[in-house]
T-cell receptor, first 115, second 113 residues
Framework: AQSVTQLGSHVSVSEGALVLLRCNYS??????LFWYVQYPNQGLQLLLK??????LVKGINGFEAEFKKSETSFHLTKPSAHMSDAAEYFC?????????????FGKGTHLIIQP | NAGVTQTPKFRVLKTGQSMTLLCAQD?????MYWYRQDPGMGLRLIHY???????AKGEVPDGYNVSRLKKQNFLLGLESAAPSQTSVYFC????????????FGSGTRLTVV
């Protein structure tokens, strides 16, 4: 069975500082990995997804994530935080890509940006 | 192109009442899903469907029923609502292909009092 662990339910960084949100996964097969962002009272927006074509995945809004098989990790980073990045971030895994098993989500990390 | 549309967006139910949440997608996606989101729990899969006329249980199916009579619609039913079902419900659809992906609706906020 697949699972996702997001370390840190809340992460606080200063505006302009590096953002690092951690995600570790468990999967019995090569996984498909996703990061979603959710702004208050809104739905989920896809930031990026890992397709196995490249271990470093670039997404929207300056975010990127690196797939490390040896560490079973898919951490999300952004070099310089902006106030507009304040939101809830979810890491998710699927064993079948866009297939029948759906997505298994982590519990989320609330990103706080300090001015 | 509307994507995934959920109705209603908000609802307040009394304990024991029933209701149906509707999810409609216009992308001809084969797979559809219902999730619930609770604080500190992320999103958890309630039920899903791999095609018209099929349904299957997810992680937290108890107290819910679903139907997929038409490919574009996926209904989530609560037969006898309980306060524990107070949550935000998200529908999603997906497809399998080179550019696979999941599309989410904007959510339904349900309160059971």
């Amino acid at each position: 069975a697949q699972s996702v662990t997001q370390l840190g339910s809340h992460v606080s960084v200063s505006e302009g500082a590096l953002v690092l949100l951690r995600c570790n996964y468990s999967s019995s097969v090569p996984p498909y990995l996703f990061w979603y962002v959710q702004y208050p009272n809104q739905g989920l927006q896809l930031l990026l997804k890992y397709t196995s074509a490249a271990t470093l995945v670039k997404g929207i809004n300056g975010f990127e994530a690196e797939f490390k098989k040896s560490e079973t990790s898919f951490h999300l980073t952004k070099p310089s935080a902006h106030m507009s990045d304040a939101a809830e971030y979810f890491c998710a895994v699927s064993e079948q890509g866009g297939g029948a098993d759906g997505l298994t989500f982590g519990k989320g990390t609330h990103l706080i940006i300090q001015p | 192109n509307a994507g995934v549309t959920q109705t209603p967006k908000f609802r307040v139910l009394k304990t024991g009442q029933s209701m149906t949440l509707l999810c409609a997608q216009d992308m001809n996606h084969e797979y559809m899903y219902w999730y619930r989101q609770d604080p500190g729990m992320g999103l958890r899969l309630i039920h899903y469907s791999v095609g018209e006329g099929t349904t299957a249980k997810g992680e937290v199916p108890d107290g819910y029923n679903v139907s997929r009579l038409k490919k574009q619609n996926f209904l989530l039913g609560l037969e006898s609502a309980a306060p524990s079902q107070t949550s935000v419900y998200f529908c999603a659809s997906s497809y399998w292909g080179i550019d696979y992906g999941y599309t989410f609706g904007s959510g339904t906020r349900l309160t059971v009092v």
